[in-house]
């Protein structure tokens, strides 16, 4: 069965810094990856995915987030980190053959002025 | 344009009631879910469904119950509740194919007293 590792319930940095969210995931096929960002009593919203071709993929925001299959990873980056980026975020895995969507555990970012 | 829109927003429950959470999705998106989501456990998949008449269990199916008459609308059902059922619930849906973007609704708070 499919699964999704957020290894950080927290990620702290300083406003300006780069900032990096780790994913790792386990599926059987080829996977579609999803991030996804919760602001406090919202919904969440789409940032990125990947699904085929470039290893880096480019989203909302700013966002960008790199697939590397030998590592089983699609961690989500972002060069310069602002204040505003403070919020919940989740990755998300789905199966080829499958359209259950897993989503990890979450990982909080705070963005310190 | 709509989207998924989940009522009620906020909802007080005493233990062995029943109540029903709607969701209503004016996209045509043949895949609905509902999700549940509780602090360091991201979001649980509960029930889901590929079309009208098909419905499946998720992670954490026990205590809800789904149906799904129509495309446009997919209600959770809570048969007794109980206190472990306090949560945050997220109504979902998506157009068929592993590599579409999932929409989620606002969310609705359910505390079971």
């Known amino acids: 069965a499919q699964s999704v590792a957020q290894p950080e319930d927290q990620v702290n940095v300083a406003e300006g810094n780069p900032l990096t969210v780790k994913c790792t995931y386990s599926?059987?096929?080829?996977?579609?990856l999803f991030w996804y960002v919760q602001y406090p009593n919202r919904g969440l919203q789409f940032l990125l995915k990947y699904i085929t071709g470039d290893n880096l993929v480019k989203g909302s925001y700013g966002f960008e987030a790199e697939f590397n299959k030998s590592q089983t990873s699609f961690h989500l980056k972002k060069p310069s980190a602002l204040v505003s980026d403070s919020a919940l975020y989740f990755c998300?895995?789905?199966?080829?053959?499958?359209?259950?969507?897993?989503f990890g555990p979450g990982t909080s970012l705070s963005v310190i002025p | 344009n709509a989207g998924v829109t989940q009522t009620p927003k906020f909802q007080v429950l005493k233990t062995g009631q029943s109540m029903t959470l709607q969701c209503a999705q004016d996209m045509n998106h043949e895949y609905m879910s509902w999700y549940r989501q509780d602090p360091g456990m991201g979001l649980r998949l509960i029930h889901y469904s590929v079309g009208a008449g098909i419905t499946d269990q998720g992670e954490v199916p026990n205590g809800y119950n789904v149906s799904r008459s129509t495309t446009e609308d997919f209600p959770l059902r809570l048969l007794s509740a109980a206190p472990s059922q306090t949560s945050v619930y997220f109504c979902a849906s998506h157009k068929g194919g592993a590599g579409n973007t999932i929409y989620f609704g606002e969310g609705s708070w359910l505390t079971v007293v």
């Open positions: 998300a895995v789905r199966e080829t053959s499958y359209d259950k969507v897993i």
């Open positions: 599926v059987s096929g080829n996977p579609y």
